[in-house]
């Protein structure tokens, strides 16, 4: 059985765990007050040059989005979205729980939005009876597997600062969105064109973990608070710290993310040259195949994957997905088992 369901199906990287395992037996300040964490967001800060952000250490990527829209707005404001955004469509309202309202915008299929697409929802919410857009979410990469190229973030921060609307950045799978041949973007662009963002680890060689990067210095105050509210704050954060120092000291976050990226990138190649179509051309580690509704069971037999929606009567959209564990040879393993199918 070859594996593409999801790009967190492992538990870590070996390096992670080494390093999980050397601080087991200390006895370590608990809440994120501790060394580890301390010596992490330095890190974090001198990678992305950006001195006086605040890092903030969570658990998973739901978790962070809901509990920093809800530090960052008004009771009042509301949050622009792709329509395909994770806090949209697959949180379970999480933010509406926090008594935020969701404004959903169509996008094209690599779910990007642009500034062209915010305006009119803009215009539309000048009435003081609805809720006041005041963030703008994006997702890098998004839920598609698109890229936001420097141009384009560039763009969408000058229209977010004019209108006085907060950019924040969804980076659960930032590493595969910089490792990404069509990438031109570094930590340091992102957190110079962003108010908030995080460097997702549960996705990328953590056992589990997002680090939250607050540039925007005012909204950096009583956090800490906001997360206890919400339950966003492990009790031994240590681990976290632990786990993103392993990642981040020495380049391995974006080393692995690159192998991610080349395994989905030859399996999209090949899959290709079989003659399967894709919904969207994608750049990074998820990939969208449009296969024939009969060749479903026999898929189920040789894989997993995840449906991703109708394509027409007679096909579906199934999307594989793969990590920094993902071996080039399982790639290759199934592209000869479903050759043998059609």
């Known amino acids: 059985m070859y594996h593409f369901r999801n790009d967190y199906s492992v538990g870590c990287h070996p ?24 010596e992490c967001a330095d890190l974090i800060r001198s990678l992305c040059h950006a001195p006086q952000a605040a890092v903030e250490f969570m658990i998973g990527g739901t978790q962070t989005n809901f509990t920093a829209i809800a ?61 006041k857009p005041r963030l703008v ?27 006085g609307l907060l950019l924040f950045l969804d980076g659960a799978r930032l590493g595969c969105a910089l490792a990404s041949k069509v990438n031109d973007l570094t930590l340091a662009d992102i957190a110079q064109l962003t108010d908030a963002f995080y460097i ?25 608070r906001m997360k206890k509210q919400r339950g ?10 632990v786990q993103f120092q392993a990642l981040l000291q020495d380049g391995l976050y974006f080393k692995i993310a690159r192998n991610a990226v080349e395994v989905a990138q030859y399996l999209q190649g090949g899959l290709k040259n079989l003659g399967i179509p894709m919904m969207v051309d994608s750049p990074t580690n998820q990939i969208f195949p ?20 109708k394509a027409d009567e007679g096909h579906t959209v199934i999307r594989f997905v793969t990590s920094f564990a993902t ?7 199934l592209l000869k088992a479903i050759k043998d199918l059609t």
């Open 71 to 131: 530090a960052f707005l008004r009771p009042w404001e509301s949050v622009i979205s792709p329509a395909s955004g994770h806090i949209n469509g697959h949180e379970s309202g999480a933010v509406e729980a926090t008594g935020h309202k969701i404004l959903p915008i169509r996008t094209p299929a690599n779910g990007k939005l642009s500034p062209a697409a915010i305006l009119p929802v803009l215009e539309e919410c000048e009435d003081v009876h609805l809720t």
């Open 15 to 38: 390096a992670v765990l080494e390093a999980l395992a050397t601080v087991n037996s200390e006895s370590v300040i608990g809440y994120g007050g501790d060394d580890y964490c301390k």
């Open 137 to 163: 979410y994006i997702s890098n990469a998004t839920e598609t597997g698109g890229v936001y190229t420097k141009a384009e973030l560039t763009e969408l921060s000058l229209f977010c600062r004019h209108h």
């Open 290 to 309: 449009i296969v024939p509704n009969a060749l479903l069971p026999e898929l189920e037999k040789i894989c997993t994957y995840e449906v991703w929606g």
């Open 200 to 224: 997702g680890g549960t996705k990328n060689g953590a056992m589990m973990g997002e680090a939250l990067v607050i540039t925007d210095s005012t909204l950096q105050g009583e956090f800490f």
């Open 327 to 333: 071996p080039l040879a399982s790639a290759d393993g």
């Open 232 to 241: 966003a704050v492990l009790a031994k954060g240590w681990l976290l710290g």
